[in-house]
């Protein structure tokens, strides 16, 4: 957890690479902001700041889930993976399970840009949980998720998988 000095309110933080600023953070606090703001500034949008982007946007983004007769809303960032079973789609948290109303199709187009990505005909994960993977003998993948939960990435998702996985921005 980030600490903001609780006197100055403003606190700039310098990533060097090789001696040179890559980014310089600024965090304003004052409770006269009654929103967060995120302004990026730069030359041009390069993979490091799309991967930053994603983070923002799946922390931000949400999806109602149904449990117990009652409807919450989720954020994505907080859901392990989705599954679709007999046209019903199930979003599964670290302990919880909710109910949504749209196809896995649908869902999976509110995720893009998220570190969500199809694994199988009726399964989406979120590549920031995963804790290791392996290769199976038949061209499948075994991913291991942070909660103690397997799935398996069918080989048809294999390619598209690994592409997302190695690049995530990853927890």
Known sequence: MLQIPQNGTILTIVFLQKGVVIIRLTIHESEEYDEVEIII????????????????????????????????????????????IDNRSFLYNEKDVYENDLKLYEIEKMLVGTHFVRISKNLVVNTAYIESVRALFNGKFEASLTNGEIVIVNRHYVKLFKEKFLTRGGK
């Open 41 to 84: 500034k730069c030359q041009q949008i390069d993979n490091r700041l799309e991967r930053l982007i994603e983070q923002i946007k799946q922390t931000t983004t949400t999806i109602n889930g149904t449990r117990d007769g009652r409807t919450y809303s989720l954020v994505v960032d907080n859901v392990y993976y989705i599954e679709s």
